[in-house]
């Protein structure tokens, strides 16, 4: 069992920058892929960026170049940096641990960009 909590949520204006953290219970292990995703008003979730074992990094196109995805398993965490940050990137954005065929998924941490 992995428990996920999301920081680092909150109010920008666009251009601004955020970093989000995803803190685990238990361990993180090495060969878990750890994503972020998100939820937009009247949206499906999509993925943001996903980090798999090995390093391998995956973004969705529309944030390539702002976001940065990261990993600290001694700390068992994973922060999202996001960058640059438009009114469309306002979501709630969710911590994802997949595991063994088993999707984990934190409570979620609201981000709104809006002047």
């Known amino acids: 069992q992995v428990q996920l909590v999301e920081s680092g949520g909150g109010l920008v204006q666009p251009g601004g920058s955020l970093r989000l953290s995803c803190a685990a219970s238990?361990?993180?292990?090495?060969?878990?892929?750890m994503g972020w995703y998100r939820q937009g008003p009247g949206k499906q979730r999509e993925l943001v960026a996903a980090?798999?074992?090995?390093?391998?990094?995956n973004y969705a196109d529309s944030v390539k170049g702002r976001f940065t995805i990261s990993r600290d398993n001694a700390k068992n965490t994973v922060y999202l940096q996001m960058n640059s940050l438009k009114p469309d990137d306002t979501a709630i954005y969710y911590c994802?641990?997949?595991?063994?065929?088993?999707?984990?998924w934190g409570q979620g941490t609201q981000v709104t960009v809006s002047s």
């Open positions: 994802n641990c997949f595991r063994r065929s088993t999707d984990y």
């Open positions: 238990g361990s993180i292990f090495s060969s878990d892929v």
């Open positions: 980090i798999a074992p090995g390093g391998r990094i």
